[in-house]
């Protein structure tokens, strides 16, 4: 006697066999590596170990998939630098260490490169030409000017700073090092040196401190 044998329903379509994190993290880096421009669409491929379809299907084509790339990379350095700069039982001097401090270790890969900022390197090159890369750019600078100004502000009204210091100007300061630091630092200035014109650029920032 034959007996009836019940099979199990056949799945309809393919599991996603990816994470969508980890992807746009290695689409990241190998922009990060070699711009917009020099990275193709299977150099992503080979570094996200995604074919072509589904790239497209997870991300969108190639332009849209760098705009994720620095949107995410804003909301990592913005995260950092903000926490940097909200601990208030750090004295203005601390907090500024600190900030710059974890930008430095973002702009060093998780195996050893100095590659810099995701922005600088990769971003401003391509400004010119395309407004939404643009102004993901500008937006994002001035989220590091924000951050600054705020901190200065409220140094100030804590009496860190003299009352005829300008936050915005020193704000906008703070942000052009950070450019210098990781443009410095993508052409080869030693990590130490880098920490060394942190230590004189804050000295001379909390030079506006109350005497």
């Avoid at 992807?23 to 190998?30: I, K, S």
């Avoid at 195996?111 to 500008?138: H, K, M, N, P, Q």
């Amino acid at each position: 006697m034959v007996q009836n044998k019940t099979e199990a329903p056949k799945r309809i379509g393919r599991p996603r066999a990816y994470d969508p994190e980890t992807a746009l993290r290695r689409a990241t880096d190998r922009f990060w590596k070699g711009g917009y421009s020099g990275t193709s669409l299977d150099d992503i491929s080979a570094e996200t170990g995604m074919n072509r379809p589904s790239l497209y299907a997870a991300f969108g084509d190639k332009r849209r998939l760098y705009l994720k790339a620095l949107e995410a990379y804003w909301q990592v350095s913005h995260r950092v630098v903000r926490e940097a700069l909200a601990d208030e039982g750090l004295a203005l001097e601390a907090a500024l260490m600190r900030a710059y401090d974890a930008q430095l270790r973002l702009y060093v890969s998780d195996d050893g490169l100095a590659r810099g900022c995701f922005v600088v390197g990769t971003g401003v090159t391509e400004a010119l030409e395309d407004g939404d890369i643009r102004a993901s750019v500008a937006e994002g600078f001035r989220g590091l000017d924000a951050a600054f100004e705020a901190r200065f502000r409220r140094a100030q009204e804590k009496g860190e700073l003299e009352e005829g210091a300008d936050p915005a100007a020193l704000a906008m300061l703070a942000s052009a090092v950070l450019h210098s630091l990781a443009i410095r630092m993508r052409t080869g200035t030693p990590y130490a040196a880098l920490q060394d014109i942190v230590r004189q650029v804050v000295s001379m920032i909390c030079g506006h401190a109350r005497g």
